[in-house]
């Protein structure tokens, strides 16, 4: 069994969905189900055996020492983060509780089973931290893409406390030889994304009519990842990366904010056209011709980081590891996705998919 924490997230939810429908060993999945944890991702699973669920918080250290005890992990991959960067700005102590302390609390009770594990047993443990490459803070037009050296410097607390969380890890191998390994992705895309995020918030508010709104020039640069191939990456590393060592994962895709959306405009322009569909523009009142009619340049963020670029080299070479996507092939794949499961965005937005969680699972 595999100990998956934030796996009713974005990632996480991909990632449960991945490794049970390739391998039969069995996830089990601790969620706080915060605003960002949906059941309704995990629907295919509720019948399954090979799920087990437990709505519980990582920084609960007696959970986690009875799931350690109970269910005896051979590995643990490790999601569970406070990750929208504006949240971030706006509430900066849930990212220090959930990404320092939670990890902090995973890492001591996985530490404690770990010391208690047969050599062979202890051999094998793997503690695989999923983290981010806003660690290594931003990038001018000209510079290198981050290397797995780059030196830290994080710029909001959501990247500050990633890269707490990462130090955390790193200081465990060496300390206590804790068998971790740490990934460092870029931007990751597809879909069970919650819509606060920009691809799927410009999808939604595009179908909807609503203004897009767009930070500043919308000329800050992200790398972005198809998230099924960031999950084949985390697997690859969980199956044979060196302990101790971090990777850095990514799709060679660098795009500015702002091409990202006429992307998603254009897209939606052929598979949803706006006439046909008779949307109204929800400011004007004015029939829409094409979804770019909705852009809306905003303020920009405080701090916002300008430019992120991931060398994905190492794990290429040392693990054999490369994305299966294009950014074309991928974001074809998330609007077409967003279109065939409006009821799964509805229900978020009016949290429906809350009762469902009730009427599914019980609470430990
Ligand atoms: P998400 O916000 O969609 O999901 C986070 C999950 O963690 C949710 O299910 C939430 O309920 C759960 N959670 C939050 N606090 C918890 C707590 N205290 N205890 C237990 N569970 C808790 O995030 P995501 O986008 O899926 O990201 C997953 C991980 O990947 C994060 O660690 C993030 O930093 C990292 N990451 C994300 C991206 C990206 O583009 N989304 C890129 C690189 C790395």
Known sequence: MILVTGGAGFIGSNFVLQWHASTTEPVLNLDALTYAGNMENLRSLADSSRHVFVHGDITDATLLERLFAEH???????????????RSIHGPEAFVHTNVNGTFRLLEAARAYWNDLAA????????LHVSTD????TLGPADPAFTETTPYAPNSPYSASKAASDHLVRAYHHTYGLPTLTTNCSNNYGPYHFPEKLIPLMIVNALAGKPLPVYGDGQQIRDWLYVKDHCSAIRRVLEAGRT??????????EKANIDIVHTVCALLDELAPAPARHVQHSVTGKPLQRYAELITHVADRPGHDRRYAIDARKIERELGWKPAETFETGIR??????LANQDWVANVQNGSYRDWIQRQYEEP
């Open 72 to 86: 005896r992990p051979r590995a643990v991959v490790h999601f569970a983060a406070e990750s929208h960067v504006d």
């Open 120 to 127: 062979e047993e202890q051999q094998a443990f793997r503690f």
């Open 134 to 137: 806003e660690v290594y803070g």
């Open 244 to 253: 101790g060592e971090t990777y850095n994962v990514g799709g060679w895709n």
């Open 333 to 338: 794949k998330t609007v077409r996705w967003y």
